[in-house]
């Protein structure tokens, strides 16, 4: 497939938009004066972060891990522990994604809870979402 130079222009110029972008950059000290807490962005690597970085252990697997073949995708919605999909509401992406969604499936794997086709509801979240 042929693509013109008008395509990789327009491609190059929206990758350089969204790595060079500051969108949705806030401070969300509640002291204007205060120093800033900045939310949103790329993180500035400093000397003190690259060192931090540099200190985590490097993962060492066993025998067994590294010789297991992993997948290539994995469809949870077809597992028993998948709870059904809920409107969100109110910037909750990220609570939904990490509570309601993953660790409700963690948690429901563990007890091996079937929450695939259910009406009762207090079984799909976990008490941890009131502490978001």
Known sequence: MIYSMKFFSV???CMSLCLYSGAQTINVNPDPDGELWLVGGIPSYTQEYIEFL???PEL???QISSQTPLPGMVDNSM???MRPIF???HNSCSPA???AYNFTY???RLR???VSNIEDTTKCYSQYAINI
């Open 79 to 81: 597992h028993k522990y």
């Open 106 to 108: 963690e948690i429901n």
């Open 87 to 89: 409107w969100q509401l």
């Open 112 to 114: 091996d809870i079937d």
């Open 97 to 99: 994604a990490g509570i």
């Open 54 to 56: 540099n200190e985590i």
């Open 60 to 62: 060492q697997l066993t």
């Open 11 to 13: 491609l190059l110029v």
